[in-house]
């Protein structure tokens, strides 16, 4: 109970003094502004497609209908790798919820009676099913899938027209069996077309608040270090895991306000809308700088002055910022990168956040990202308290 | 007289660098004790050990009979520490830097306006209790300081050159405060190269050199040592330490021949 005091008292004289200081205070507010207009006008555009998967439901599993699926699992674009890793579905539904738990990357359904419509001569549709949290990748699978389909349903045609002219087949066919027997039809998870910018921001929004408190934890620390103020917290009879903990609070209250401020940016200038639920994407964010507090904290111990901590943190936010799949899916990586892009936490922060905001996920289909975010918090921080009490007095 | 403090062969190294070798020395209870030497001798080290900031490698010590290692929650109590860098924020204003160090004390917030009226009309500075500190010049800085470290009433007070910077205004004042706050008990260790503020303030005076103590003892006894007429303090001193300029880089002394070669104006370090 003292310790909540007392960390209380920290985190409380930090936000004072962060309120009063007007220049960072400036920064604050328009550093989210910035990189949200910035980035929100930025459409890349890249085009490597291999290994990507995505769910079938073959209801029909007749000969043609299989030669449809062969032809996309069959399917090369980049060197021997196949574009696509093909996954059985049982239903639409189990592929909607492969997609919003990110599994699959798309999906296919075949309607059962997808042959028995080819042999009548009648035009039959499947579905395609889109990634609207990946707008990039979700593109490219559209595209390819209905060229793949398109290309099998013009060899149809062609059968079709050949059986007539060999009289095989009654001419008594409608044109559109003949063009085009198999339809395509798109359909989402979500209703609406999500633009890039809702791919981005769910990222954006995880990269201001975690770096924002990174740094800041390190900086406050190193900042108070080297001012001589420590010395004052120090030689007071509280628990030094309350100094810690009252820092980070302070800076968790500040990212959470960022987020915040990202969000509402996203809302109103982006038409950003938040398929799920805000306490989810609330909670996925506290998880989220608490993965980052101890590495924070683990900084602050060994830089011994602010510069030489923001430093240090550079190194980290450069490649992660890259790697994390903020702006760039993570699948359309160099494998190596995508091992990389693994083992930093701010993956499974966005990964989460994305299902959540964009494809309207709920806690269950989050759960491993959940996991894997409070097991990095718990063991930095198992690490690093140990370090900064050790550190402090020498 | 009974001791407030009593340090008994206590080291501190760094690596390979002994920054205090094997010092001891004990200050009485009311004792104004002058701790001096040249830049980086021991004494700031010293000080962060004796207020818990620093571990010792070797030795004892201990505050009001409580060991600065195992009892650091009980030394703290009787401690109050005006370092050489102030400790205050610059945002905060007077009364909010002096909540939030009372509050770490766990002092309720009306004994902390209590204790620190007690001591800011004497050193005139009720008028700026709600301005932020950042606007203040170094002297009203060092006596809101002051306030500060005398929150937790301390039965000790550690006064890490506590005029350093100051116009001669504020010093006369912050010496004439000091004494007075001697008169009402408090033990002070004063570290301070101005000879003439220890030879003003000080009962007693050790003079410690390389980390060790080269001399500990009334400043008539000290000056006594000196092979000179009508000595100063500060012939004591030079007689003790010698006249080599001493070159403090991350913490390591050099000594240099007096007035030999070039010197760098920013050398002072703790």
Same mark, same amino acid.
């Given at each position: ?394 | ?97 002096? &909540? ?99 030879? &003003? ?70």
């Amino acid at each position: 109970m003292q310790t909540i005091f007392d960390l209380w008292q920290i985190a409380k004289k930090d936000l004072l003094e962060f309120r009063r200081d007007r220049l960072r205070l400036i920064t604050f507010f328009i550093m989210p502004i910035f990189m949200m207009i910035m980035v929100g006008f930025i459409f890349p555009n890249q085009n490597s497609i291999k290994n990507i998967s995505i769910g079938v439901v073959n209801q029909d599993n007749q000969s043609v209908s299989q030669g449809l699926v062969e032809s996309i699992i069959d399917l090369k674009l980049s060197g021997d790798n196949p574009a696509f890793v093909v996954k059985d579905y049982s239903n639409i539904e189990a592929i909607k919820d492969g997609i919003k738990k990110q599994e699959i990357s798309g999906g296919l359904f075949i309607p059962s009676d997808f042959s028995t419509k080819i042999a009548q001569s009648e035009q039959t549709e499947v579905t395609v099913v889109e990634d609207q949290s990946n707008p990039q990748i979700s593109q490219m699978v559209n595209q390819v899938l209905v060229k793949i389909i398109d290309g099998f349903s013009g060899q149809l045609g062609q059968q079709k027209i050949n059986q007539i002219l060999v009289g095989r087949a009654s001419a008594n066919t409608s044109a559109q069996s003949i063009m085009a027997p198999i339809q395509a039809k798109l359909i989402g998870i979500i209703p609406g077309n999500p633009n890039y910018f809702e791919f981005v921001a769910p990222g954006i929004m995880a990269m201001i608040v975690m770096t924002a408190v990174l740094t800041g934890l390190a900086a406050s620390i190193s900042r108070e270090k080297e001012q001589g103020t420590l010395d004052g917290i120090l030689i007071s009879p509280i628990n030094r895991l309350a100094i810690i903990l009252g820092k980070a609070l302070s800076q968790s209250i500040r990212g959470l306000i960022q987020g915040a401020i990202v969000l509402l940016l996203a809302f109103f200038l982006f038409g950003v809308t938040v398929h799920g639920s805000l306490l989810l994407v609330a909670l996925l964010l506290i998880l989220g700088i608490f993965s980052f507090v101890g590495l924070g904290i683990l900084v602050s111990a060994i830089a011994t002055e602010q510069e030489t901590a923001t430093q240090l943190l550079f190194m980290f936010q450069f490649p992660m910022l890259f790697l994390s799949g903020v702006f760039f899916p993570i699948l359309m990586m160099p494998s190596i990168m995508q091992k990389i892009a693994h083992v930093i936490p701010l993956t499974y922060a966005i990964t989460a956040l994305r299902k959540v905001m964009v494809l309207g996920a709920g806690f269950g289909a989050v759960r491993t990202e959940f996991l894997i975010l409070l097991i990095f918090g718990v063991v930095t921080l198992t690490i690093s308290v140990p370090v900064f009490k050790r550190v402090i007095t020498k | 007289m009974e001791n407030i403090i009593e340090v008994k062969n206590l080291t501190k190294k760094f690596g390979h660098f002994t920054a205090v070798d094997n010092v001891s020395f004990n200050i009485r209870k009311k004792e104004i004790f002058g701790f001096l030497g040249p830049n980086g001798a021991g004494k700031s080290t010293t000080i962060r050990m004796l207020t818990t900031l620093l571990r010792p490698t070797s030795g004892d010590a201990t505050i009001a009979s409580h060991d600065v290692v195992k009892k650091q929650d009980q030394v703290r109590k009787h401690i109050g520490l005006v370092a050489e860098k102030i400790i205050l924020y610059d945002h905060l204003t007077a009364r909010e830097n002096l &909540e939030f160090f009372g509050r770490l004390f766990h002092l309720p917030k009306d004994e902390i306006k209590r204790r620190s009226e007690k001591w800011i009309g004497k050193l005139h500075m009720t008028e700026w209790l709600n301005a932020q500190v950042g606007t203040f010049s170094t002297g009203m800085k060092q006596r809101i300081n002051i306030v500060r470290a005398l929150l937790t009433e301390p039965d000790i007070l550690f006064l890490d050159e506590p005029t350093l910077g100051l116009d001669p205004q504020t010093t006369h004042m912050i010496r004439g405060f000091i004494r007075e706050l001697n008169n009402q008990g408090v033990s002070v260790l004063l570290t301070t190269h101005d000879m003439l503020e220890a030879e &003003e303030l000080s009962d007693r005076i050790a003079i410690i050199d390389h980390g060790k103590i080269a001399a500990s003892d009334t400043v008539e006894n000290l000056k006594k040592r000196a092979q000179k007429e009508n000595p100063t303090l500060e012939d004591v001193f030079l007689a003790i330490t010698g006249k080599e300029i001493r070159d403090v880089t991350n913490g390591r002394v050099a000594t240099r021949g007096h007035m030999h070669g070039p010197i760098r104006a920013n050398n002072r370090v703790r």
